[in-house]
DNA sequence: TCAAGTAGTGAACCGAGGTTCAATACTTGG
DNA sequence: CCAAGTATTGAACCTCGGTTCACTACTTGA
């Protein structure tokens, strides 16, 4: 009976698997999707460009991966902002700053998640993920229209219009390279107007 | 003394680099930039692949082009709407309809100039446009502020903001084919709150 | 050590689509 | 009609980066 897969060898795939990964996203996060090649990620993961197509069946999928694990620990981080007591304002407040702040802290990774041109398929998990961001916000809006907080509004266009504004507000900054130290403020402000909540 | 550039010919020269222009515009209501390769505008402005490159340097000058007139189409009606006479609840209602019910009349186009991925040569004439909206809406926000018709507030990152919750709420109608009876009033309404206005 | 089988390699391949250019068809003033 | 110059053509070219695959190097259990 001769070769099986072993625990160990499993072990240094997964490794390989990861360094493959780690090394798309310190890619993306130093000159984003653009300048990312198979050949670019290979050496920045040691080893040869055939070795990425035995994890990934093609460039897409390593892309969309990357962009689906970073995306969804900043979905986290909103949905965990989302999810602390306070009043709705106070909970707003919290998701925008917390959204706004996490991307000025990495912009170059903030701009290809939120606005750099990609392929379709990255394209499509995008979308994916503003549903999530405005799923977070069109349960808080729901729930507070419901016991009457805010005034009568549809959540999901509200929900859709507090995730455009956030990324459009964000993303000259991001270009820039920095905000404003007025613009954080300015833009929890605006999306706390928007939804008709009390400061 | 042979051939001169007749103003005949010249006019010949102009009507073809229009039809081209057309066409490309044409193509892009239709299937957008994925579908629009340089053979398919020739075929569809009746002439070969060869000509396309006497008009314009490169493909990206083409595309750059369209989109520039296109937007610009789109901008001056918003623009025209900001400049009617009324308190600046309606004349940012006015504008946010007039953005809304164009965009949604050509959804396919609409898609193109807002979000679809494209080159980033086009993609950089892109935000130049989002800018011409966000001063539209900036001077607005601006000389309301002044008059004491709105709260404080940072004009640019409330322009900003609002030019993204109207992009953002129109990306998934636009995908859908059309948007909810709702939708355009419910954006209205979100706009005139997230700038403090009263309705 | 060995046979069976898998992971890793990287140079070669390849396709799609933008771009070129030698050849052709026109246009012009005389 | 002609010579000089221009517009048009479209098939061939080129590029470039994703993808493949024959080959090598390992790993495994007996």
Redesign the interface.
Known sequence: MPYRRTPAVQERLDATRASIVEATQALVAERGY?GCSVALVAAGAGVATGTVYRHFPDKAALFTEVFRVATQREVDAVAAAAAAPGTVAERVEACVSTFARRALRAPRMAYALIAE????QV?AER?TY?RAYRDIFAALIDDAVTAGHL?A??AQ??A??????????L??PL?AGAASR??VP??T???V????ALP
Chains 1, 2 share one sequence.
Not at 160 to 169: I, L, Q
């Open positions: 653009a041109p990609v392929d379709p394209e979308l503003r005034p509004q549809d266009v509200s859709a219009a507090v995730v455009g504004a956030m990324a459009e507000a993303v000259v270009h007025r613009t300015e833009l402000a605006f999306v107007r928007s939804i008709g």
